[in-house]
């Protein structure tokens, strides 16, 4: 049996309690590679839902997961953490069963200190405000961490900031505000993306460079001046405070900053003239070469 | 100072500590006029929210929520529920403080079990499965009630069902499921409507006939099958069950049972021809000749 | 060259001449394939578009597709028309070259009145009121047909009527107060739809149900007290007229319908133990054991 | 009869005929109020639709609505062009009659050269690109002009360019593009917005900076390497001319600008050193005082 087919009304939160047992063997597996390999995190996502009204019980489900997600939350070792991501639809087209935040916080509370939250930027409703949902989480101590991408439309796994470059600025604005951005906060920065049309690696490159784009413009936010504005309902001020930090231009900073590291300035042309791109092109052909040869 | 302008930039969530205090202790005399009337809930909605990024900082009016409803809660009498709704958008633009069902779930946990969260069917990004969020919070035990009306766009306040019947009928579905139909549920069932272009009380009478329908047929879903369907993983035979009970007419049963009841077997008719209207309308030109001229 | 790889960034659309040459070419090829096969129709739909701003000029595109679409109508024999399908997102990420019905209809109005607009049920942004589209189209003599499917979110492509029966109801509304569903009305019906987690044979024959019984009920639809209800301004008793004929359970006479014509009551009943299924397995499971042995 | 109450049902998609003339009329002495006063536009925005499925014919109304519009057109002296606005929903919740530029420009077809489209910024459904309509207007001659604004939700009529600037300066890159931002251009550029939390001549002021910023980072695209890099299906490369220009900080050199015309070099801390604000408070004050008192 193919896992898709298995897999076709759900693992975790399957109506079939062997397809379960089987998903949260899979689930503990997972919980004993991570120890082996020093991960410090198991990242869950579901592919859980249902199409159509009534094709299962919603509170079913929810409880079916919970009992899941306390067996492998259980095994954690000492160290080794979970984080919970939500999605609001695809799979499920009529329900998933962790659609937003609300439920994967619901859940993480009930499991313990040790479940947090994973915000995808790509996997909201229109017109939700992801970085009050940062803020929120933060504020509870429950943000695991972020799978990054950007999106005009669904779950578009573009590059992070190609489709709205002030959303991830404010997001990361929350972060810094907060101070989740330094080592030790414990939130996990990811991305999480689909180059169908753009070549890969430039195009990670490019994610990196705009989430450090994004955090050095935060960085340059005038806190003082935000807090007094805010303190005297000045609201063209306040957000002046924020404006004025995003449209600064922060590349110049940036490259020297690269050059103090060693680094070259621009890390796309660095790329381009490393031959790295060559290399692993002639390398492959000659290891699929032999793979297929052999 | 009108309030309007007091509350310009928020009430309990006011940048003005002032501003706070003045709203804290409008809902504490909010209290005190439930108790003194026996209304059985206090049910807060806030129109505070921000419009532009950096207006206000989000956490620190999380905060001063935090401590304005803990304040209220503290002063609610023995059998007095409170009751958070929460609201996407409007009037805020950029943010609201209560948006979303997490948000409001996360107030009410911390402040206790007399504070449970509305469901405004109108408040909802756009793709929200409603009936999940009534599942779920039935689930917690958190479902406090409801405001009833329905929306093809934004919160448009037409009467309940009138866009969705389909899923008026869902979320229906989903209370009868749990039993929270039932007199003693706790659930309270509300109409917030807005008639724009109809005559007011037909529409109300028309919204409650929608809900009884829904309800109608909610009770008719052969919950056995549904079940039975499910456990099988037979995904069109446990949606056929619903969509049944959905296509079945209602009318001809409800019209008997209200005569069962001593009532009309149509409410809209028994309106009309009980003259309300006409002398409702004779009553108040008469009373507000008088007013106006006392 | 793969298909996918050759038309990455487009078909017909392609920034690059060869490219769209070969696309148009097999363009052509389907108009003689129709035309040899006796297909009143060519039906297109292009997955071209772009996943970021300045991928590539928007202007230019809608000039190539103009084109391509000019020589493949030119080369339609008498008899057969063109349709064409827009799509809101999907391959296309930042644009869909024909992303609303509006860029479809101004591409058929230059081309001729052999080429008109199709409408797939799913490919429209959250909020859209499709009926109108289906009215406008009507009343400008170019709607040219139905990709008929259901969604809760994106293009979910579920089974019609699954999500929202009674939108099915107002679109199909529309067709018959047009007289667009008698036959010679030049609208196509179609089903496009994905069967993920049900069986596809049984859901197309509910899908082909939900159709007729949408349509069994605009028929049920008193288009004179519609009218008169209107006329009036009475918003209540307009809006009832459509309900009551929404509410009307027709599956009693459409059963008895079928009996007239001969044929079981129930579709799916009939499907089910006319050992269809079992038959088609058996000699499938045959086929596929002589193709794999061979 | 308040203008409310007679245009409950529309004003010339209204279903009475006298309503319909009376509306007509109306726009007839605008007509004649744009001639007086030297006007080059009539620009249209009916707040005409409906609430509920049946309360009105559709197809009616785009009639009514075609007749109106014919008579006005024909009323326009030489030299003033009609501009006919779109908006999705909001005052109708069930249609619009003018939903979207797909209908606007059906109407501004069959009225002749002198019927443009104009665009609100803040009227599309979510997820709709806004930059994709202006280019395909812009394509066909028929962009009439804009009322910026912009939102995160619906019609938040928040300051242009403070929830998307990226967008703002798409939108300005398809203007400059074309070549619509030069004087005889004949494209329109207006402000619609509503400030209820800002102070509003700052609030205005800021959206024209915000308008000046955009279109002086469109002007910075480097248009030569963006078409070599979109022929070439580079699209990284293309993609980054945009980001390019838009990551660009044009403040310093806007600056420049306003002190060669003369002016200050911030707008914001001119208008406030101006003492314009303080002069026009105590003038009013006066003046209403005077105003109320004769």
């Not at 300035?265 to 031959?275: E, V």
Request: hydrophobic share 40%; aromatic share 8%; proline share 5%.
């Amino acid at each position: 049996v193919f896992q898709e087919d298995e897999y076709r009304l759900g693992s975790v939160c399957n109506p079939d309690p062997q397809v379960r047992r089987r998903a949260t063997e899979h689930l503990l597996e997972c919980v004993e590679i991570a120890a082996a390999t020093g991960s410090p995190t198991v990242s869950l996502w579901f592919a859980d839902g249902t199409n159509y009204p009534g094709q299962d019980d919603i509170t079913a489900r929810q409880q079916r997961l919970a009992e899941a997600l306390s067996e492998v939350y259980a095994a954690l070792p000492e160290g080794i953490g979970m984080l919970l991501e939500y999605k609001l639809f695809e799979p499920g087209f009529y329900t998933m069963d962790v659609p937003d935040w609300g439920t994967s916080l619901v859940h993480c509370l009930a499991l313990g200190d040790k479940a947090n939250v994973l915000v995808d930027t790509g996997h909201h409703a229109p017109g939700t405000n992801i970085e009050f949902i940062v803020a929120s989480l933060l504020r509870l101590g429950r943000l695991g961490g972020f799978h990054f991408n950007s999106r005009f439309y669904a779950d578009d796994d573009l590059l992070v900031g190609a489709a709205d470059p002030y959303q991830l600025f404010r997001i990361m604005n929350e972060i810094v505000a907060a101070g989740a951005h330094l080592p030790g906060s414990g939130v996990a920065f990811m991305l999480d993306q689909c180059h169908n049309v753009e070549e890969k690696v430039p195009a990670e490159l490019r994610s990196v460079m705009n989430v450090q784009e994004a955090t050095a413009k935060a960085l340059l936010v005038d806190r003082e001046a935000l807090r007094s504005a805010q303190a005297e309902g000045d609201v063209m001020a306040a957000n002046a405070v924020l404006v004025d930090a995003f449209s600064s231009d922060v590349r110049p900073l940036l490259a020297e900053l690269r050059q103090e590291m060693g680094l070259g300035p621009d890390p796309l042309s660095a790329y381009a003239s490393s031959g790295y791109a060559e290399r692993a092109r002639a390398e492959r052909a000659g290891g699929a070469g032999q793979g297929w040869g052999g």
